[in-house]
């Protein structure tokens, strides 16, 4: 089964500092947006969510603090149209179908990536190929990785009472290099809120809201010569939280908790030989969730719901350079994915092949094709049901002068609904369709270099039409959701982003911008209540500004960020309101350099204003708050 790859198109620009948008070499043909180690350990981020809103065009929905559940989705899609990548290997979990933002920490990262595609780039799986856009997050345990660090060790303390600490040691030789990295966090989340109920406003202390969580993995890697390498990756998680809820119709004495763990293992093998470039890989995911109502109101008197899920996945890509202008990528992988729990009647399961063929041709400016097609086989309450569908995509993008370029980006892309859709308690739902988009964008870049400095800025007009759009919403009342396909809607909007960055002798001066505006609508019935009415949590406006100021050992960032009034649900009314808030941030690091090691001091002031708001509805957020951390390297 044969896919033609997806197109794209990337940007040649002088690299600086702490942003970059544009390919790494001259294979690297994705678009890309870019953020380095140090950009990202400045904002001292409790997760990869906080650090993911930076990026244009994604919007994270946030359901609390430290530990909240956290999602990202992609001009308005579902999350799952949005492939999480660490260190070449798929993360999104069985069951969820997407990848919890809340349980992975920043601390070990040292890139990020917002890939829009990739076709003939072998460390990307195919599954992630095949979404609408791939976050690509490498790590001290990614062999192509920059740290050249043999220890690392920090503690950090915030308000509300939250405590961590983390390590890594490092060992490299000629042919092996091993890494072992861990972190444990606490949190105690009894942050005070004041909240408007219409006319009512509603002063409290958040409650049942505290998280104790461990993260480790340990990486191997073996290159016998300068052809092939070896890697062996394990990494687990293990949490417990409690769950506070929404703050409205919610009883305070309730105690709702969810405990889990998850183990990951993968082994990858890379082979590169003249015009040759193979990547292959073995992946195994296992996660068990316990979600626990000690007041639950039934015979029991408590509901104790448990779900283990497990994913294996095996795959293969082989790139060839025909000539210098004309490249070519072919692969296949198999996944399967179970799910049991003690609610269920019948445990199901499914299985995807997946193949795609992608090719790069540097003719008249670069053209970039990709075609994957996806066999899936699944097993639903006592039924067995296959499907097929063929994923193509196509770019083509050329220079206007030495400074500008232009393309123009077409994809078509789909989603399984997860197991918790399908599943989960009482808004599961066995009867939902394969959601499907088309996703058209044209892009403007202009770079224009100066003495010392240089600018970036990114123009991306966007549209997107997807059918069968699964959603949460009432189904019976208030209280009583599930996961529905809704029919039909699109999205429509631009995004714009400029970077601009100057140094002057030992000073270093930068800024960003980021802005996205999207109208999403729903277009399902037109004699429906909410025809042409916008989406729920899908904000007209949101953007950033950060600005960055450096000199020696000093280093300052100051951070505004906005998003705009959004609907609670799809029905256009004041009820269902939601308003608008903007945020503002500020840190500052010292770093002191000892021989060969050094120690750093960092420290963030988060929501300086002390604004009450909430992201999803009845969900508020702290007011004012710090962290500290200090970190030792050597």
């Given at each position: 089964?044969?896919i033609?790859?997806?197109?794209?198109?990337?940007?040649?620009?002088?690299?600086?500092?702490?942003?970059v948008?544009?390919?790494?070499?001259?294979?690297?043909?994705?678009?890309?947006?870019?953020?380095?180690?140090?950009?990202?350990?400045?904002?001292?981020?409790?997760d990869?969510?906080?650090?993911?809103?930076?990026?244009?065009g994604?919007?994270?929905?946030?359901?609390?603090?430290?530990?909240?559940?956290?999602?990202?989705?992609?001009?308005s899609?579902?999350?799952?149209?949005?492939?999480?990548?660490?260190?070449?290997?798929?993360v999104?979990?069985?069951?969820?179908?997407?990848?919890?933002?809340?349980?992975f920490?920043?601390?070990?990262i040292?890139?990020?990536?917002?890939?829009?595609?990739?076709p003939?780039?072998?460390?990307?799986?195919?599954?992630?190929?095949?979404?609408g856009?791939?976050?690509?997050?490498?790590?001290?345990?990614?062999?192509?990785?920059?740290?050249?660090?043999?220890?690392?060790?920090?503690?950090?303390?915030?308000?509300?009472?939250?405590?961590?600490?983390?390590?890594?040691?490092?060992?490299?030789?000629?042919?092996w290099?091993?890494?072992l990295?861990g972190?444990?966090?606490?949190?105690g989340g009894?942050?005070?809120?004041?909240?408007?109920?219409?006319n009512t406003?509603?002063?409290?202390?958040?409650?049942?809201?505290?998280?104790?969580?461990?993260?480790?993995?340990?990486?191997?890697?073996?290159?016998?010569n300068?052809?092939?390498?070896?890697?062996?990756?394990?990494?687990?998680?293990?949490?417990?939280?409690?769950?506070?809820?929404?703050?409205?119709?919610y009883?305070?004495?309730?105690?709702?908790?969810?405990?889990?763990?998850?183990?990951?293992?993968?082994?990858n093998?890379?082979?590169?030989?003249?015009?040759?470039?193979?990547?292959s890989?073995v992946?195994?995911?296992?996660?068990?969730?316990?979600?626990?109502d000690?007041?639950?109101?039934?015979?029991?008197?408590?509901?104790?719901?448990?779900?283990?899920?497990?994913?294996?996945?095996i795959?293969?890509?082989?790139?060839?350079?025909?000539?210098?202008?004309?490249?070519?990528?072919?692969?296949?992988?198999?996944?399967?994915?179970?799910l049991?729990?003690?609610?269920?009647s019948?445990?199901?399961?499914?299985?995807?092949s997946?193949?795609?063929?992608?090719?790069e041709?540097?003719?008249?400016?670069?053209?970039?094709?990709?075609?994957?097609?996806?066999g899936?086989?699944?097993k639903?309450?006592?039924?067995?049901?296959?499907?097929?569908?063929?994923?193509?995509?196509?770019?083509?993008?050329?220079?206007l002068?030495?400074?500008n370029?232009?393309?123009?980006v077409?994809?078509?892309t789909?989603?399984?609904?997860?197991?918790?859709?399908?599943?989960?308690?009482?808004?599961?739902?066995?009867k939902?369709?394969?959601?499907?988009?088309?996703?058209?964008?044209?892009?403007y870049?202009?770079?224009?270099?100066?003495?010392?400095?240089?600018?970036?800025?990114?123009?991306?007009?966007f549209?997107?039409?997807?059918?069968?759009?699964?959603?949460?919403?009432p189904?019976?009342?208030?209280?009583?959701?599930?996961?529905?396909?809704?029919?039909?809607?699109d999205?429509?909007?631009?995004?714009?982003t400029?970077?601009?960055q100057k140094?002057?002798?030992?000073?270093?001066l930068?800024?960003?911008?980021?802005?996205?505006?999207q109208?999403?609508?729903?277009?399902?019935?037109?004699?429906?209540?909410?025809?042409?009415?916008?989406?729920?949590?899908s904000?007209?406006?949101?953007?950033?500004?950060e600005?960055d100021?450096?000199?020696?050992?000093?280093?300052?960032?100051?951070?505004?960020?906005?998003?705009?009034?959004?609907?609670?649900?799809n029905?256009n009314?004041?009820?269902?309101?939601?308003?608008?808030?903007?945020?503002f941030?500020a840190?500052a690091?010292?770093?002191?350099?000892?021989?060969?090691?050094?120690?750093?001091?960092?420290?963030?002031?988060?929501?300086?204003?002390?604004?009450?708001?909430?992201?999803?509805?009845?969900?508020v957020m702290?007011?004012?708050?710090?962290?500290?951390?200090?970190?030792?390297?050597?």
């Open positions: 089964m044969i033609t790859s997806c197109p794209v198109f990337g940007q040649e620009v002088k690299p600086i500092e702490e942003v948008i544009s390919p790494i070499n001259d294979k690297e043909n994705s678009i890309q947006v870019e953020l380095s180690k140090d950009k990202i350990q400045n904002k001292l981020a409790n990869l969510g906080q650090i993911l809103s930076l990026l244009p994604l919007q994270i929905k946030n359901y609390g603090d430290v530990g909240g559940l956290k999602t990202v989705s992609f001009r899609l579902g999350a799952g149209h949005t492939a999480l990548v660490q260190d070449h290997s798929s999104s979990t069985t069951q969820s179908g997407q990848a919890d933002l809340s349980s920490p920043v601390d070990f040292e890139k990020l990536e917002l890939i829009t595609l990739s003939t780039r072998t460390h990307i799986p195919i599954h992630a190929k095949l979404a856009v791939v976050v690509n997050v490498e790590s001290v345990h990614s062999y192509v990785g920059t740290n050249t660090r043999n220890l690392i060790v920090g503690a950090q303390a915030g308000s509300f009472d939250q405590y961590e600490g983390y390590l890594m040691l490092q060992k490299r030789s000629q042919k290099a091993g890494t990295t972190k444990i966090r606490s949190y009894a942050y005070p809120f004041t909240y408007l109920n219409g406003t509603i002063q409290d202390r958040r409650v049942n809201n505290s998280l104790l969580e461990y993260f480790g993995t340990l990486s191997t890697q073996f290159s016998p300068q052809y092939h390498h070896f890697q062996l990756r394990i990494s687990g998680n293990d949490y417990k939280k409690d769950l506070a809820g929404a703050i409205i119709f009883n305070s004495n309730a105690a709702q908790y969810l405990n889990g763990y998850g183990l990951n293992g993968s082994l093998h890379e082979f590169k030989k003249n015009r040759w470039e193979v990547f890989s992946n195994y995911q296992k996660n068990n969730l316990q979600y626990l000690s007041t639950y109101l039934n015979s029991q008197g408590y509901l104790d719901s448990r779900y283990y899920s497990n994913q294996f996945d795959q293969s890509q082989a790139a060839y350079s025909i000539t210098e202008k004309l490249e070519i990528l072919a692969g296949s992988s198999l996944i399967s994915e179970q049991q729990g003690k609610s269920l019948v445990n199901p399961y499914r299985n995807t997946e193949s795609i063929l992608g090719i041709w540097k003719a008249i400016g670069k053209i970039l094709m990709q075609v994957g097609a996806q899936v086989f699944e639903r309450d006592t039924i067995v049901q296959s499907q097929w569908n063929l994923l193509p995509a196509v770019s083509w993008s050329f220079d002068g030495s400074k370029k232009i393309g123009i077409y994809r078509y789909c989603r399984q609904p997860s197991f918790n859709e399908l599943y989960y308690q009482q808004i599961g739902n066995t939902l369709r394969t959601e499907k988009a088309h996703i058209a964008s044209l892009r870049d202009l770079t224009l270099p100066f003495k010392k400095g240089i600018s970036q800025t990114m123009v991306q007009p549209y997107s039409y997807i059918y069968d759009k699964i959603l949460a919403i189904t019976k009342n208030l209280f009583i959701w599930s996961i529905q396909n809704i029919g039909i809607s999205a429509m909007g631009v995004e714009f400029e970077f601009i140094k002057i002798q030992n000073h270093r930068g800024a960003r911008i980021n802005y996205t505006f109208y999403t609508q729903d277009l399902s019935d037109p004699n429906g209540p909410t025809y042409r009415h916008v989406l729920s949590y904000p007209l406006h949101s953007g950033s500004l600005l100021y450096s000199w020696k050992k000093l280093s300052f960032f100051f951070l505004t960020s906005y998003l705009g009034e959004r609907y609670a649900m029905q009314i004041p009820a269902n309101l939601l308003e608008g808030y903007l945020l941030d840190g690091a010292y770093t002191q350099k000892i021989k060969n090691s050094e120690l750093t001091l960092r420290l963030t002031v988060n929501n300086i204003a002390n604004k009450q708001y909430a992201y999803i509805n009845y969900f702290p007011g004012t708050h710090f962290n500290i951390r200090l970190q030792y390297a050597l």
